[in-house]
């Protein structure tokens, strides 16, 4: 039985909140840039710019997605990280997981919207 000193999945712990914060934090940011994306896009139909082209619709497309990709990834680092170090992993983990499954969520959204 583990002893209340290495009780390694209290959800008391303060990285357990950080890596909720974070998750959520980064979650509304890609969220919000594809939102933004989006709303942008939109406002294209009529206009020949150059903020409407397709290599500029391709960037704002996949903005949203790679920085929940590279946010999912950073909350992986941290999980070995604190595994390593003997601390509690398992909120980090499931932060990068959040992260990754609404990364291909907003992928799937943002593609057809933002490109076609």
């Known amino acids: 039985m583990l002893s209340p000193t290495t009780d390694r999945f209290r959800d008391d712990d303060p990285s357990v909140h950080q890596a909720a914060r974070f998750g959520l ?35 704002l497309a996949f903005a949203g997605p790679l920085l929940l990709f590279s946010s999912g990834v950073w909350a992986f680092v941290r999980t070995y990280r604190a595994w390593r170090d003997d601390e509690v992993w398992w909120a980090w983990q499931g932060a990068g997981w959040f992260l990754l499954l609404l990364m291909s969520i907003v992928l799937t959204m943002s593609l057809p919207v933002l490109l076609f």
């Open 25 to 59: 934090i980064m979650g509304s940011l890609g969220v919000g840039v594809m939102v933004i994306a989006a709303v942008w896009v939109k406002q294209c139909h009529g206009f020949d710019t150059a903020a409407c082209t397709m290599p500029y619709r391709t960037v």
